[in-house]
């Protein structure tokens, strides 16, 4: 029986690498194929599929697409200069605090892209070794992702409680306990990469490479080009949603139909408001239609429904089927130390480059086991692994706009610029939200 079970992780193993190498849609096709092996050779029964949470992110990056086509990302983005900007030589703790709040408010890390060149330009002009802040900036991008109550992961939690049937844990826990230590995470990184390096004038290297003319002197950002008319009304209607996404979510009261003796789940109350706030959108920007599946986020949101479509089908069949030998096999070690879960959570998200994905394929293996929702919760930010290797997208992104060399991958790979601060937030965030679980709840 062993045997069989080792054979059929090496398949989802097998699937899950094969999609790595693919990225993008390729790890939920690859799922697909690995869950198919299973199926005709081992004879496992599929569960089903995750509609909740792939409907939840189609909801939400709707929205979030509508807002890009008629320019509203550019407005956030603008607005986030002028906060980097103005604060020049504290860049280090105000940048990656702003790219925090940004991805924080619309779901998404690629708002970091535009936003790099000018973290870059600020410290260089100011004489800040620009490694700083553009490797923790990097980092908290994508932290504020298990933070966000319009972000991917985010619903694949919120799908994945309202599945398993617990009802009293939803968006309002995970913000509680999400907002507070991934902030902490960041900010304490933030302090730590202050002392990352040495300063400009010290670093010989540096010194040298300018004086070669190798290194373009600092100079102003070009002029950008103008908001479109509807940027700064779309920006304001999506930010709008995700407060009213927020406030049902902290008062189930208010989503708690006449006569009902329960409330609305937290899933189809994000799939309504968000698609309603995309219509509104639509007809209060007057954006073409057809421009809206050409955006960015659009691209990005389908290649992250495709994911969870098959690597958390192809994770929750195998787990479901071998859930009686699985479970007591690491129960006890998981029970007796809950935050080594954290561990695997991690691990598989370096793998998976994905928050989501990691989410909706692992956690339900926490449920399983037994392990308190708080502490689950808790634990959440520990999926945020992808910096470990250096090939993620906003990572090679901060290397090549930082003219200056110093964000950079290390001679032997894993000492890159993003390592420290990496594993300084995510590490302090779980540290705070388990902290924070047992107190709270």
Known sequence: ??????????????????????????????????????????????????????????????????????????????????????????????????TWTFTFLAGTGHIVYPLLPVIYETAHQNGIRPERPMAVATIASQQAITASPVA???????????????????LAQILMICVPSTLAGVVVAAVVSMFMGKDLKNDLVYQQRLKDGLIPPPQAIAARPPLKPAAK???????????????????????????????????VVIELVMLSVAAVMLLATRVAVDDVPKTATLRAGVVATIGIFGLAWLGDSFIAANKEVIVPAIGEWAKFAPW????????????????????????PLGVALGLPPQFLIGMFPAVNGYFFIPTYGSLIAAINFDLSGTTRIGKYVLNHSFMIPGIVATGVAVVTGLAMARVVF
């Open 1 to 98: 029986m062993t045997s069989i079970i080792l054979l059929q992780f090496a398949v989802v193993l097998g699937a899950i690498w094969l999609g790595a190498r693919s990225a993008g849609v390729g790890l939920g096709l690859w799922g697909g194929v690995g869950l198919l092996v299973l199926v005709v050779a081992f004879g496992i029964n599929p569960t089903s599929p995750p509609v909740d949470v792939m409907l939840i992110i189609l909801a939400v990056i709707m929205a979030a697409s509508v807002m890009d086509a008629a320019g509203g990302i550019d407005f956030l983005v603008r607005i986030a200069e002028r906060i980097i900007r103005a604060n020049p030589k504290y860049v280090t703790i105000v940048a990656p605090l702003t």
């Open 233 to 267: 009304r779309s920006a304001l209607i999506f930010l709008a949603g995700v407060a009213l996404v927020v406030v049902l979510g902290f008062f189930p009261s208010l989503r708690t139909l006449p006569g009902a003796k329960s409330a609305l789940g937290m899933p």
């Open 152 to 170: 991917a992961a985010t619903a694949a939690m919120i799908g994945l409680f309202a599945e398993k049937g617990m009802a009293d844990w939803g």
């Open 340 to 363: 080594t879960f954290a561990l695997g959570l991690f691990f598989a998200s370096v793998l998976l480059y994905s928050q989501a994905a990691t989410t909706r394929a692992l956690m």
